[in-house]
Nanobody, 119 residues
Framework: QFQLVESGGGLVQPGGSLRLSCATSGFTFGVYHIGWFRQAPGKEREGVSCISDKGDSRNYVDSVKGRFTVSRDNAKNTAYLQMSSLKPEDTAVYYC????????????WGQGAQVNVSS
């Protein structure tokens, strides 16, 4: 049974940092890309970042480039999203998802983690 569980969300002041974790089980983590997505209130879900199955390719949406870093530890079946210099517009529910060969087609989703950036 595919399972992805996000953790590490919370309330942070503008300029602060958070690290989200995506712990997985029930599938061969090392053959799936992991995508991070977010959905803000009243907005459509958007792709934030993607890391390839081996971790040798990463990409980011323009709005987070230079501030967010995606990583993974295949030995721990866990992916991470390090978020720095957070802005109020980063407030959203963040989801991780497992995708085969392309983050454009996520197959399995976590339940989401709330991130609130506010003073």
């Amino acid at each position: 049974q595919f399972q992805l569980v996000e953790s590490g969300g919370g309330l942070v002041q503008p300029g602060g940092s958070l690290r989200l974790s995506c712990a997985t089980s029930g599938f061969t983590f090392g053959v799936y890309h992991i995508g991070w997505f977010r959905q803000a209130p009243g907005k459509e879900r958007e792709g934030v970042s993607c890391i390839s199955d081996k971790g040798d390719s990463r990409n980011y949406v323009d709005s987070v480039k230079g501030r967010f870093t995606v990583s993974r530890d295949n030995a721990k079946n866990t992916a991470y999203l390090q978020m720095s210099s957070l802005k109020p517009e980063d407030t959203a529910v963040y989801y991780c998802a497992a995708a085969f060969k392309s983050c454009d087609y996520p197959l399995y989703w976590g339940q989401g983690a709330q991130v609130n950036v506010s003073s």
